[in-house]
Nanobody, 120 residues
Framework: QVQLVESGGGLVQAGGSLRLSCAAS????????MGWYRQAPGKQRELVAR???????HYADSVKGRFTISRDNAKNTVYVQMNSLKPEDTAVYYC??????????????WGQGTQVTVSS
């Protein structure tokens, strides 16, 4: 089994910054892509940013230039630095990781979610 533990959410004023962290632990042979998704009330979960094991990065258009994703492979941890936050960034943010364990096929795992609230 693999666990993803997120931290760093909270309440911030518009224009402020937050940094989310997500650490993977458990039976891990390798981690392919890691990323962040978010889900606002009444909306579908959407991709925010993703980083591959080779450090290729993809951002949603809505966060380009404001969010920066990074990962520490030695710590099996992914981060997202969120700057210039807007009220529309308010959502529950979920960590995602595609993890291979032993001989088994890689599987997607999810964190429990962390609330980010941006006040206007």
């Amino acid at each position: 089994q693999v666990q993803l533990v997120e931290s760093g959410g909270g309440l911030v004023q518009a224009g402020g910054s937050l940094r989310l962290s997500c650490a993977a632990s458990g039976s891990i042979s390798s981690i392919n892509h890691m990323g962040w998704y978010r889900q606002a009330p009444g909306k579908q979960r959407e991709l925010v940013a993703r980083i591959t094991s080779g450090a290729s990065i993809h951002y949603a258009d809505s966060v380009k230039g404001r969010f920066t994703i990074s990962r520490d492979n030695a710590k099996n941890t992914v981060y997202v630095q969120m700057n210039s936050l807007k009220p529309e960034d308010t959502a529950v943010y979920y960590c995602n990781a595609n993890v291979a364990s032993g001989w088994f096929k890689a599987v997607d795992y999810w964190g429990q979610g962390t609330q980010v609230t941006v006040s206007s």
